[in-house]
């Protein structure tokens, strides 16, 4: 089985869930024995690991006409050009290549999958990481609309990374139920999971790490967090990131009366990530809306409990998590103040939540993958 | 001979109200009333109504052949008669027909024989007086809380005077034994311990309208004609449930009232007869006897306890609550005795379980963890406000008896001025 698989972004050069996701499910897909990936996205590095799928960059595949076309690779503000270049490479790879189905990850490339459907008559999956809605709460952007729209009207099959996400397609974008799947994010195994330690400290540590935008509920957080001051001492409020809505949180914090509790150490990538996690006694993920949301499982891997938004795709798997509404604050209060008050409440979710998230493999969703490509392929 | 013994438990639990940690100080209500009040409603209506109905109907037809075995906790009746007191008066005339035992129980339905021996004493002797004042009897037989028993638990009975206890016949305490026999307590030997046919039971509650299950359809006669096959030196079939299975388990249209009914007229007919425990026990001798020496129930697959206080969550729970057992025994305030026998029922920690939540209405055991430990917070509270945990045990304990002694001490004083006055004149 060989797949022409287009993608935007790859470890370790990434800007969001994306590429980590298309990372992991590549590669628990290459366990397969007969399985064959060409992974093609706008601009390689140069060092992505490659030792189970043969990476094509856009940029270097000639165009009759023009020639190799530069990619940014990134989200530019002449995005939608960028994604019309993508299309045109796809056309030439759809010609060049040897391949049986098609695989657009996100809505960047869902024409340059729809493209290629055309050129090769090969099947198209698109895989759906997220939708405008969720980005924007609500309020799309008529481009992208319209974009994802005719990807999905393209596609012989549509893979969502959670229930939630499912829905949307269904509801949103008028796509039939039986076309529709749902394959959950997986997470890759932390290799030095032991080497993060949690320091002894005074404080409780309750952790917010993500972009401040309005997807995320920074507000939710903050309203949270002023609830629990007013009971107890000794506990302390890290958001860690930044984005848009960071001068709004932070306003929001000052008229709480409650900055001397809150910390705001910016932006985190790498280790410095896990290392906060480990660190910290809650991670709480408020998102309004989030197709999966990767991050508690990245906390409980590393021990730390999480606290996560029934409307974030995750919560659909996850057991040992505590699961409250992105709006109901009070029962987010009650939670972290469990968490830090009763140490039984913090062993069971760092314990059981850590052996939940290990057995949470992408492998398994590698194989459900597979499964719909045979599907898609029995019934062309 | 054989004899059947049949035993019908009931309990309800007091829902918890959602109580949210800033509440803790400054409200001191914990119940969820509304909630409490349709279970108890559906319960009665749907099964214990139409169950004290078919055992009424049942010792009448038999003409006073059919005996059988209730076992209510305390709380549960305190429910009903706030309620649903049409439950009680056919309780009561279940009772006047003396074919049916109100067999022991601790009041809340409590784990209290694991943590706590003055408390366990305490629940048994109030449940003893709630069950006289009802209807007048006072069992020796005791249905510890999810039938726990170990031999512990044997001994203390036998100390409180119940003479036969009921357990469940658990495979790993039994093995290739069969539970059809009067057993003996292995460390009380003058102690009956009785043990329930699980199979014969769990049948009835799981499987009666069961399609898949190779004796489906069951009649009557055909189980009580299986009972008959049963080696005629197994002279004892302890037959005990929670008495939701008729109604709510099996509900009505399956036939599982008309089942029961149909019961004593086939089991008389070949010469069986029926025995409350009491009876069981002063009929028969009993042979060998029977080591517990961890504690066993009929909870689970494990048949332990590990249902209750088998994580980290129930432990911590189970910890906090009985280490203000002492304390709370000193006080004297109405609400807080309430509030501490029914914060011990034992669905309090079953909903902590990570697997089998039984009848919860938590999202998950961490919700149902965080919404008791709000509640108990509050309640350690009130009775940290009565007794301050600064002060230890023992002295608080002389502290009390001087305050108890003083009025004594008054009056011995005054009649010594007394006499000093007299002899001064």
Known sequence: MKALMFGWEFPPHILGGLGTACYGLTRGMSLQQDMDITFVMPRPMGDEDQSFLRMIGANSVPVPGRGCIEFSGRYPDNLVEEIGNYEQVAAVLARQEQFDIIHSHDWLTYPAGATAKHISGKPLVIHVHATDFDRSRGHVNPTVYAIERRGMDEADHIICVSNLTRQTVIEKYGQHPNKVSTVHNAVEPLADADTYVKHPRKDKLVTFLGRITMQKGPEYFVEAAARVLKRTQGVRFVMAGSGDKMAETIDLVARRGIADRFHFPGFMRGRQVQELLADSDVYVMPSVSEPFGISPLEAMQVGCPSIISYQSGCAEILHHAIKTDYWDIDAMADAIYAIVKYPAMYKSLSELGRQEVNNIRWEDAGKKVRTIYDNVLKQN | ?425
């Not at chain 2, 439950?87 to 009772?95: C, F, P, T």
């Not at chain 2, 029961?260 to 009929?283: C, I, N, R, W």
Request: charged fraction near 25%.
């Open chain 2, 1 to 425: 001979m054989k004899r059947i013994c049949y035993c019908f438990m009931m309990h309800i639990p007091n829902r918890l109200r959602r109580y949210r940690f800033f509440e803790i100080g400054s409200n001191h209500y914990y119940y969820d009333d509304m909630q409490t009040e349709e279970q108890v409603t559906r319960m009665v209506q749907q099964s214990y109504l139409p169950l004290g109905q078919t055992l009424t109907d049942m010792i009448r037809l038999s003409k006073g052949k059919f005996h059988c075995a209730i076992a209510i906790s305390g709380t549960t009746l305190d429910l009903m008669e706030q309620y649903a007191p049409e439950m009680i008066d056919v309780l009561k005339q279940l009772a006047d027909t003396n074919c049916v035992e109100f067999v022991a129980m601790p009041y809340s339905y409590s784990i209290a024989s694991e943590y706590n021996e003055s408390e366990f004493t305490e629940q048994l002797k109030k449940q003893k007086e709630k069950i006289n004042e009802l209807f007048s009897q006072s069992s020796t037989t005791l249905w510890n809380t999810e039938l726990f028993y170990s031999d512990d638990i044997s001994l203390l009975a036998w100390k409180l005077g119940y003479k036969t206890i009921m357990t469940e016949g658990a495979k790993h305490i039994l093995s290739w034994k069969s539970p059809n026999y009067l057993y003996l307590s292995a460390v009380q030997p003058k102690q009956r311990v009785l043990l329930r046919n699980m199979t014969l039971s769990d049948n009835l509650t799981f499987h009666f309208s069961d399609s898949r299950w190779p004796d489906y359809p069951m009649d009557a006669e055909k189980y009580i004609h299986a009972l008959t096959q049963l080696p005629d030196t197994e002279e004892l079939i302890n037959i005990w449930m929670g008495a939701e299975t008729f109604g709510i388990w099996q509900h009505a249209e399956t036939g599982i009232f008309e089942f029961l009914k149909a019961l004593p007229y086939y089991a008389l007919e070949q010469g069986m007869t029926f025995v409350t425990p009491s009876e069981a026990a002063k009929q028969l001798t009993g042979g060998e006897r029977v080591s517990v020496p961890e504690t066993i129930s009929w909870a689970g697959e494990s048949k332990d306890l590990s249902v209750f206080t088998g994580n980290d969550l129930q432990q911590e729970a189970l910890q906090k609550l009985y280490a203000v057992v002492e304390r709370v025994h000193l006080c004297k305030d109405r609400r807080i005795k309430e509030n501490w026998l029914l914060l011990q029922d034992i669905n309090h920690m079953h909903y902590m379980n990570h697997i089998d939540q039984g009848s919860t209405s938590y999202e998950s055991a961490y919700d149902a963890f965080i919404n008791y430990m709000n509640i108990l917070a509050d309640f350690l509270q009130l009775v940290n406000e009565q007794y301050p945990d600064t002060i230890e045990n023992e002295e608080l304990n002389s502290l009390l008896k001087t305050i108890n002694n003083q009025e004594k001490e008054i009056v011995s004083l005054k009649q010594e001025i007394d006499k000093l006055r007299k002899k001064k004149k």
